[in-house]
Nanobody, 122 residues
Framework: QVQLVESGGGLVQTGGSLRLSCAASGRTFSSYAMGWFRQAPGKEREFVASISGSAVVTLYTDSVKGRFTISRDNAKNTVYLQMNSLKPEDTAVYYC???????????????WGQGTQVTVSS
């Protein structure tokens, strides 16, 4: 069982930056691929980024490439999402998730956090 707790969300102006963190419980954090997803009001949950357990493999959705960076610190059981050049369309609840493989589909992840709100004002 893995428990995930996100933090770092908030209100930021267009062009600003935020860093999300996701702290995981358990001793096997490094064996999990970690993903970030987001869900805007009235929209389906969408994939943002994912990183393999060893951090060798990363995957991003096209709309965030060059602006967002996913990373992890296995010693701290934490995965991060650095978000730069934020846009109003990035406004959403951001969720972290743990799974076996680096995948874009939410069904590939077994454990989910409660989410953290990111609001980008225009």
């Amino acid at each position: 069982q893995v428990q995930l707790v996100e933090s770092g969300g908030g209100l930021v102006q267009t062009g600003g930056s935020l860093r999300l963190s996701c702290a995981a419980s358990g001793r096997t954090f490094s064996s999990y691929a970690m993903g970030w997803f987001r869900q805007a009001p009235g929209k389906e949950r969408e994939f943002v980024a994912s990183i393999s357990g060893s951090a060798v493999v990363t995957l991003y959705t096209d709309s965030v490439k060059g602006r967002f960076t996913i990373s992890r610190d296995n010693a701290k059981n934490t995965v991060y999402l650095q978000m730069n050049s934020l846009k109003p369309e990035d406004t959403a609840v951001y969720y972290c998730a743990a799974g076996i493989y680096v995948r874009r589909t939410s069904m590939s992840y077994d454990y989910w956090g409660q989410g953290t709100q990111v609001t980008v004002s225009s």
